[in-house]
């Protein structure tokens, strides 16, 4: 590499003894020759005395102030040399110290270190820059110090240009660290980064969030203030004010600075790299410096405490930096440190879990309210900024909730008092229809029970009714994905063949005493009662089968409500639940025609109202089951359409079997044979009367329009005509009830007619 000589002249300083300010040399506080020099600032002196008036010529004032404690740091280093000098550390070379006061002032530690740098040996203090540092040989090898941040950025910046290792015993700035900035830079004691963080995590730990900042109008000082007040935002702690002070201060206590620097000073090749690598020892724990040029080295936690009007201070624990946690000396020093949880600094009363803070119009995050968590809402800790969400779908939590609470999963339960009660109805209702079953059979052979259909007729509705009471109890308990798919086709298929069984049994009704011969024609070829039950009920089944296939019922969890989980049958398709429901309805409604037009028939042996009783029952039940059902939420959901199917089966059971039971128990004189053929003279005369009138009275109004036909004949055609009819219908009715006698009965009614 070429030499390239640049002479610097603004930085030659040629000092003549004859000058009349202060020069460097007579601010030398000590110096001793040696093969290796290495230069030393400390601020011995407090100040420099200030000129009452500007400066009309470059001056360097006195200093005043006498620090001892500096000035036995300055005897530290120089006790360090000598201790090496006098070992075999370093054989055959001599270490010396050129060491200046900088008496706290830049320019004057300005002044010492462009000596530091001026050239080795040469007549004039001459500071030159070159590209080749190996062929420039400066006055020292190495600097300790300064103290002041302030003063060793300043240094810093001219020992860069050769690179000169500078290693500060109290300098904690943050942005000396920058190696970019400050590459030739080190020290012994850690960054006031770590300072700041240790002091916030001291404050957090004392359970304080609301504290005051005193500081120097200095590098330091202002750095310090910077670092802190980011620190204290990461841990939540407000600064309630900051008081900055003067930088040089007269009372020492105010201060406190313990630093001891033992230097180890090697060979002069390659020094700032071996120092960046070197680890030192003080017979328990090793140092070294980072690649910031920071010492792995932590703080000492120290308690003022006031007894007696006497101030003592106490070391109460070791922060170490590396792993952020504070080192307690003794059981002691530990309670004490808890005893700081005691002193109250902030700004509001803490927020107890269950609650979170409510900043209010403050500058300060510090200063707050404390307001209760909302419903599924909740905080474990205190002075929590927000309140932590449940999962809606499996938690819930009330106000002011400090955890989440699993829901409760409810459905119509067998212990349930409605479930029970209603349980007890199905109960009731399977009694009365095995009860309704035994009269029956037992009365076989009375005129009430033939009238009814015989008794295979009676047992297929009595076994729907029985399917029907049955198929409430699937709505009860714990669904699964069986009992939602069997209560709704069991229900279906059951009543639907009740339905189609009871319109059976009307249009019967309706073609034995239907005396319009038109009316009569279509019922007759109407009435095929095994394929019409086949081909309803089997119609249902179909619907039923293809709900299952396509869109069967399943268990869902509804987890719509707050505090717990409805466990219920989703139906599927609403269309298919419907379409079922309402093909019931379409039966149960012509049902109910036929049996209304057949609703003045033979009382006692007339079913055909109280069919249509039980029609209206039904109607009036699912026309409020679908309103009902449609506001209805919860576990009671199923219970709503078993009340429904309850009713509608206890209305037709009712109006079916009830009044024939009632006259079979209880009006006997009533279900004999001569009673039953009694009462179907009677009413058949009537009814005969009062079509041959009807007749008769339509003959007379025809007559005045085309021919007059003589009343002497006594009897109309049309009249006539009934009357066969009814003998017809007369000769069914007696065949049902006693074959035997049919054809004696039928000449008898005949000749009475």
Known sequence: MALLVIQITCFVIILATSQTCQTPDDFVAATSPGHVMIGGLFAIHEKMLSSEEFPREPEIQKCVGFEISIFLQTLAMIHSIEMINNSTLLSGVKLGYEIYDTCTEVTMAMAATLRFLSKLNCSREIVEFKCDSSSYMPRVKAVIGAGYSEISMAVSRLLNLQLMPQVSYESTAEILSDKVRFPSFLRTVPSDFYQTKAIAHLIQESGWNWVGMITTDDDYGRLALNNFAIQ???????????????????????????????????????????????????????????????????????????????????????YDLQNDVFIFTSQEAKNEFKNLKKIQSRCSKECSPGQMKKITRNQHICCYECVNCPENHYTNQTDMDHCLLCNNETHWAPTRSTKCYEKEVEYLNWSDSLAILLLGLSLLGILFVLAIGIIFTRNLNTPIVKSSGGLTVCYVILLCHFLNFVSTGFFIGEPQNFTCKTRQTLFGVSFTLCITCILMKSLKILLAFSFDPKLQNFLKCLYKPVPIIFTCTGLQIVICTLWLIFAAPVVEENVSLPRVIILECEEGSIVAFGTMLGYIAILAFICFIFAFKGRKLPENYNEAKFITFGMLIYFIAWITFIPVYANTFGKYLPAVEMIIILISNYGIMCCTFFPKCYVILWKRETNTKSAFLQMIYTYSSHSAGSIAMSHASLDSNNSSIAMTIPRTDGKSAASQKSKDLQAKVFTDMIRENNPRASKTLYRKRISSI
């Open 232 to 318: 204290a935002a990461a841990n939540n702690v407000c600064i309630a004010f900051k008081e900055i002070f003067p930088a040089f201060l007269s009372d020492n206590t105010i201060e406190v600075r313990i630093n001891q620097t033992l230097e180890k000073i090697i060979a002069e090749a390659q020094l700032l790299d071996v120092l960046k690598n070197m680890t030192f020892t003080d017979g328990k724990n090793s140092f070294h410096f980072d690649a910031n040029g920071d010492l792995n080295i932590g703080y000492d936690v120290l308690l003022w405490k006031e007894i007696n009007d006497h101030m003592t201070i106490t070391k109460m624990a070791e």
